[in-house]
């Protein structure tokens, strides 16, 4: 592939970074620079000689600048085969010019939309049409046009030309690429923000609710590449959507664990992002103060404050009481600012910890955690802000996607609380109200277990889990060996109906007091029968958990 050597630059950005130094080494190179609206001014103000696009079209900018490029010696200049005789003929005919560099990057559609009580208006008038439709035409081309897109490229596309007075084939594929990525991803941004403004819920002709949308469009970026997936011969990644990542920046609160820098530690690895994300989704929604635990993204150990006085220490030492040997190099979840009553836990001897998420941590609580511990070098620490809504922190969080072969699987996420006020007693006995808090606290936890999933609360205390079993009995006997002698007096919570009466014969020879599930099996008659015999309370939910 031939490298003509670059005559003229076509430059339009909205992002001008670093700008200024790219048009003075190519006009050092001895190239031409061709360009529009408040780029054109932005460099004619640092000395640079520029040459106006309406000028050389000889047809002026129009309708407030939404038509300034779109012009055929414009494109024809971009397009224009340089080995083709016949588009070399076209050139001469009309009088175009040839454009072996185009630098532009687009109108900033995320970052408008991103702002709260944005206008349709004003978000409309940041859809970029002439820049897409050049960067496309210059990527098309690239066999004799360059296109830079990103200012991280500029330095690079300098050097090559000062050497040569060209680009290399290789580096022109490499910017078409990414050109190509790039208006791929603006254009996603745009159908989403539209389905968004639509509103994707319609009702199917039996009248039930659709909120999925026809089609999904999801652009990713790599933010991180990880040392390797699940296992070590797994490749992994982290990917963020921009378009989280600009709205987080805009409201300034709060951020996601995808976006948030690790303060101290280990890399972090595929296993420890999945972890944490699931320690910091079960504190997520709990209003009061509260510690997860979590080994193999399953909790296995939680508690939540029972009296106002009580410290975050004493939280954290019940959650990691609740199964000890579970609990050493497990992941933690806080949803209040780490402070030194829990640093002081974390560091007491015979524990280890992989890696801890919470909204902060406090100056001394960091100096204890990071120097204190024969872990303290390794510790991975992630502080994420404050802690909003699963719905609010990312614009994606309301849907779950699983990749199976062939396609994907796309469901509503289960997020938010379910609403006590809805839940009702199936017993002849009513659960009392210290039972009722115990009972809320299961039901919040339970949803985070792999399904079969039990769990058993003493207080505000996760003191036994089953999960994984085939057989929803069989995760009752492990929740309640768990337990032990702290299933007498506690709750147990189940994520989905018991097919049977034998999961209750159980839980009340264990000690167990009140049950919660959320009903709906062809044999609820017989387990609330179960339950009047054995003299325990039970609630129905009416809602399942299950977590596959």
């Known amino acids: 592939m031939s490298s003509p050597r670059i005559q003229r630059a076509l430059i339009s950005v909205s992002d001008k970074t670093g700008l200024v130094p790219l048009a003075h080494q190519l006009v050092a190179a001895g190239v031409e620079i061709y360009s529009t609206g408040g780029t054109r001014k932005h460099l004619e103000a640092a000395g640079l000689p520029v040459q106006d696009v309406s000028a050389y079209t000889s047809f002026p900018e129009i309708m407030d600048g939404r038509v300034k490029t779109l012009h055929p010696k414009v494109f024809g200049g971009i397009l224009c085969r340089h080995d083709n ?9 009309h009088g175009i010019r040839t454009f072996e560099l185009v630098v532009v990057n687009l109108y900033p559609f995320r970052e408008t939309v991103a702002k709260q009580g944005v206008a349709f208006e004003e978000a409309i008038e940041q859809i970029d049409i002439g820049g897409p439709s050049l960067v496309r035409a210059a990527a ?52 989403t923000w539209f389905a968004g403004q639509l509103g994707t819920a319609t009702l199917d002709a039996a009248g039930a609710a659709d909120a999925l949308p026809e089609q999904l469009n ?79 993204n399953n909790p296995c150990g939680a508690a939540i404050a029972t009296s106002a006085g009580e410290s975050l220490g004493e939280i954290t030492r019940r959650a990691l009481d609740g199964d000890p040997v579970s609990a050493f190099g497990s992941v933690l979840g806080f949803n209040r600012p780490v402070d030194t009553t829990a640093a002081e836990v974390l560091a007491e001897p015979g524990r280890f910890v992989e890696a801890i998420v919470a909204p902060s941590f406090e100056p001394a609580a960091l100096e204890i955690l990071t120097t204190k511990p024969k872990w303290k070098a390794n510790v991975r620490l992630v502080a994420v802000g404050e802690l909003m809504p699963a719905a609010e922190s990312r614009a994606t969080a309301a849907l ?23 839940w009702k007693v199936a017993t002849l006995k009513s659960p009392i109200d210290a039972q009722l808090a115990a009972l809320a606290f299961a039901w919040a936890i339970v949803r985070y277990v792999k399904s079969n999933a039990i769990v058993v609360v003493q207080a505000g205390t996760l003191v036994g889990v089953g999960a994984g079993q ?13 337990a032990g002698d702290r299933a007498k007096g506690a709750v147990l919570a189940s994520d989905a109906f018991f097919p049977f009466p034998d999961s209750i014969e159980l839980a009340a020879k264990a000690g167990i007091a009140a049950v919660i599930q959320p009903g709906g099996s062809v044999k609820d008659a017989e387990v609330v029968a179960a339950c009047n015999r054995c003299g325990l309370a039970m609630l129905f939910t009416g809602r399942r958990h299950f977590k596959h």
């Open 85 to 93: 005789a016949e588009d070399r003929a076209s050139l001469a005919e």
């Open 140 to 191: 098309k081309n690239h066999a004799f046009t360059s296109i830079a897109t990103s200012p991280a490229r500029y330095e690079e596309i300098a050097a090559e030309i000062k050497a040569g007075g060209a680009t290399s084939p290789e580096l022109r594929r490499e910017l078409a690429a990414a050109a190509f990525a790039h208006t791929a991803d603006y254009d996603a941004a745009i159908a």
């Open 218 to 296: 999801i652009a990713l970026r790599r933010k991180l590449a990880l040392r390797y997936g699940e296992n070590p011969h797994q490749r992994a990644g982290l990917y963020v959507d921009a378009e989280d990542q600009n709205r987080n920046a805009s409201h300034g609160s709060g951020t996601s664990l995808a976006l948030a820098p690790p303060l101290h530690g280990k890399e972090l690895s595929y296993n420890n992002l999945l972890d944490l994300d699931s320690a910091l989704a079960i504190v997520r929604g709990l209003a009061r103060p509260a510690v997860s635990v979590i080994k193999h």
């Open 400 to 422: 779950d996607l699983r990749s199976i072969d062939g396609g994907v699987l796309v469901q509503d996420r289960d997020a938010g609380s379910d609403d006590p006020a809805a």
């Open 470 to 482: 085939m057989s929803r009995v069989d995760s009752v006997e492990i929740a309640l060996r768990k």
